[in-house]
C-alpha cells in the first residue's frame, strides 16, 4: 500500500499561483492512475486532475486551461500547478492513487492527508 503526503497549500491571492506536491512512499512508475481532488466549504469532495501511468492527463472543466498536473518519478513526486486562481478553487486538496487501476477516487484508492488552498484578496 502506497502513502501519500501532499504540501504547498497556503494562503493566495486571487489570480496567483500555488505549486502542491505529492509524495509517495515508493516508486509510482507502476501506478496505474494519480490525480488530485478538492472539497471547498459545504461541499463535496470533487474531481480536479489525473495523470496515468502512461503520462496522459485530464481536468475538470472549472480547471482547464489553468492547471496543470505532473509528475517526477526519479523523486516519487506528483505536482499541481495552479494558476489564475479564484475564490472558488479556495478548497482542502487531496491526492490520491489508483495502483491497480480500480478507479481513481474510489473506496480502493489511497488518499493523502489534504492540504488547506486559500484564495483570499
Known amino acids: 500500500q502506497v502513502q501519500l503526503v501532499e504540501s504547498g497549500g497556503g494562503l493566495v491571492q486571487p489570480g496567483g499561483s500555488l505549486s502542491l506536491s505529492c509524495v509517495a512512499s515508493r516508486s509510482i512508475s507502476s501506478i496505474y492512475a494519480m490525480g488530485w481532488y478538492r472539497q471547498g466549504p459545504g461541499k463535496g469532495r470533487e474531481f480536479v486532475a489525473l495523470i496515468s501511468k502512461a503520462g496522459t492527463s485530464n481536468f475538470a472543466d472549472p480547471v482547464k486551461g489553468r492547471f496543470t498536473i505532473s509528475r517526477d518519478i526519479a523523486k516519487n513526486t506528483m505536482y499541481l500547478q495552479m494558476n489564475n486562481l479564484k475564490i472558488e478553487d479556495e478548497a482542502v486538496y487531496y491526492c490520491?492513487?489508483?495502483?491497480?487501476?480500480?478507479?481513481?477516487?474510489?473506496?480502493?484508492?489511497?488518499w493523502g492527508q489534504g492540504t488547506q488552498v486559500t484564495v483570499s484578496s
Open positions: 490520491t492513487a489508483d495502483p491497480e487501476g480500480y478507479g481513481l477516487g474510489t473506496e480502493t484508492s489511497t
